[in-house]
């Protein structure tokens, strides 16, 4: 535990679960202080709320919808209202869908809405409200959780690799946006093994064959990347990718 950081409060939404969890459970192994948000995975924020102060850190448990702006501003109400400040925010919550790339025709239009409702207007909806917050912090930092798809353009959806590269543009444009109070970076990892791959195991161990570095990403080796750019004094605007060399 870093006693330096021990009054620190962290936001981590989407963070019940994979990346999210793991982020969540580093942070408050350095004393911080963490929010675990959530939507629906509610029995698994409980729980991992529960661990946490167990090991002796502090954490509380929020239910967000980060599409719906009104939830997003209670939700860091409720952090404040605790705590009373917010020092880094980690966006990470996201959905997908899995669509056929060239079937243009499949692609409706609840498909681009919900996504972009979630990964590009929920992101912007949690740094629009915590930014109040997060400018009175010295040292305060928010990591964005983009996508390799967002880079490449190719992923589980068309609709999701072009939110994805929104994410991206949308972390450079906060940046500017926020400087010099708050620096604004994006991790932007290939394959992980969270759920999204519970029962795609065939797929992804022939995958990593393919991978200059021959394995696929853990939630934990995301998080470690996570808490770099939230102590990365020197960068804001960066997408940082950790692809397991998969773009060389």
Known sequence: MNPELNRRVAVVTGGATGIGRATSVLLAKQGISVAVVY???????????????????RAMA????IEDARSVDSMIDSVVGAWGRIDYLINNAGVT???????????TDDAWNDLFAVNVKGTFNCCRA??????????????????????????????????????????????RAL????????????????????????????????????RISSPEDIAQLILMLLNAESMTG?????YNGQTL
């Open 39 to 57: 939507s629906r995975s509610v029995e698994e924020a409980e729980q991992l709320v529960a661990d946490i102060q167990a090991a002796g850190s």
């Open 97 to 107: 869908r899995q669509l056929r790339f060239d079937d243009l025709e499949g692609i």
């Open 130 to 175: 915590a930014a109040p917050h997060l400018k009175r912090q010295q040292g305060a930092s928010i990591v964005n959780v983009g996508s390799v798809a967002g880079e490449t353009g190719y992923g589980s959806s068309l609709p999701y690799a072009v939110s994805k590269a929104a994410v991206h543009g949308l972390t450079r444009s906060l940046a």
């Open 62 to 65: 929020v239910q967000a919808p």
């Open 238 to 242: 960066q997408i940082v990718r950790a």
């Open 179 to 214: 400087a010099p109070k708050v620096r604004v970076n994006c991790i932007a990892p290939g394959a992980v093994e969270t759920r999204w791959w519970r029962g795609h195991e065939d797929k992804m161990r022939a995958l990593s064959g393919h991978l200059a570095l021959q």
